[in-house]
């Protein structure tokens, strides 16, 4: 069973940059899933931040698109997550996820059916 | 983006009953919607996915529903360990978006 663990300063400044890492174990990250980042601000709903796949191809929220940048380290089996120019409204507990894909005929679903313990970054000075 | 809109926000309930959630999508969004569960302190929980397939080791008494726009969660008989919140997420386009969570608690 795949495993995903989260790792990175609990703690940012404002106009900072925010870096996580998520290893990923039970898995290769070279399997046909997409590796994502999900977040959760404190005590309100989850947020999908943006997704990779091994080869390279990434998707981002607009809302974030012009600080996020997603990457992969297939040799170490993880992926990265940075986010530039962060404030206190980036506070939040960050999860990296598994997107699923499951093919029904002509259909493909895809549901986050792996996740981090998630970990939590504050911003602050 | 498409808007998801869960109701009720809270739930109160007693072990034993049924619970039923809600979700509604800002567009058609065919069968691409997804159910999750989360603990305080925890992560979500995939539930069921493509509106209706319950995840393999979900008990039965979780059961989803619903295409289009309008969706539904039921709990059949509520336990001590579903007392939780609940999120619906659409799956039909990126950028993928969630409901704001319905809360259930113990009455």
């Known amino acids: 069973q795949v495993q995903l663990q989260e790792s990175g300063p609990g703690l940012v400044k404002p106009s900072g940059t925010l870096s996580l890492t998520c290893a990923v174990s039970?898995?290769?990250?070279?399997?046909?899933?997409?590796w994502s980042w999900v977040r959760q601000p404190p005590g309100k709903g989850l947020e999908w931040i943006g997704e990779?796949?091994?080869?390279?191809?990434?998707n981002y929220n607009p809302s974030l698109k012009s600080r996020v940048t997603i990457s992969v380290d297939k040799s170490k089996n993880q992926f990265s997550l940075k986010l530039t120019s962060v404030t206190a409204a980036d506070t939040a507990v960050y999860f990296c996820?598994?997107?699923?894909?499951?093919?029904?005929?002509?259909?493909?679903?895809?549901?986050?059916?792996?996740w981090g313990q998630g970990t939590p970054v504050t911003v602050s000075s | 983006d498409i808007q998801m809109t869960q109701s009720p926000s809270s739930l109160s309930a007693s072990v034993g009953d049924s619970g039923t959630i809600t979700c509604r999508a800002s567009?058609?969004?065919?069968?691409?919607l997804n159910w999750y569960q989360q603990k305080p302190g925890q992560a979500p929980k995939l539930l069921i996915y493509?509106?209706?397939s319950l995840k393999s080791g979900v008990p039965s008494r979780f059961s989803g529903s619903g295409s289009g726009t309008d969706f539904t969660l039921t709990i059949s008989s509520l336990q001590p360990e579903d007392f939780a919140s609940y999120y619906c997420?659409?799956?039909?386009?990126?950028?993928?978006?969630f409901g704001q969570g319905t809360k259930v608690e113990i009455k």
């Open positions: 997420q659409q799956s039909y386009t990126s950028p993928w978006t």
């Open positions: 567009q058609n969004i065919g069968n691409y």
């Open positions: 996820v598994r997107l699923k894909a499951d093919y029904y005929g002509s259909e493909t679903h895809f549901n986050f059916d792996s």
């Open positions: 990779i796949y091994h080869s390279g191809s990434t």
């Open positions: 493509a509106s209706s």
């Open positions: 039970g898995g290769s990250i070279t399997s046909s899933n997409w």
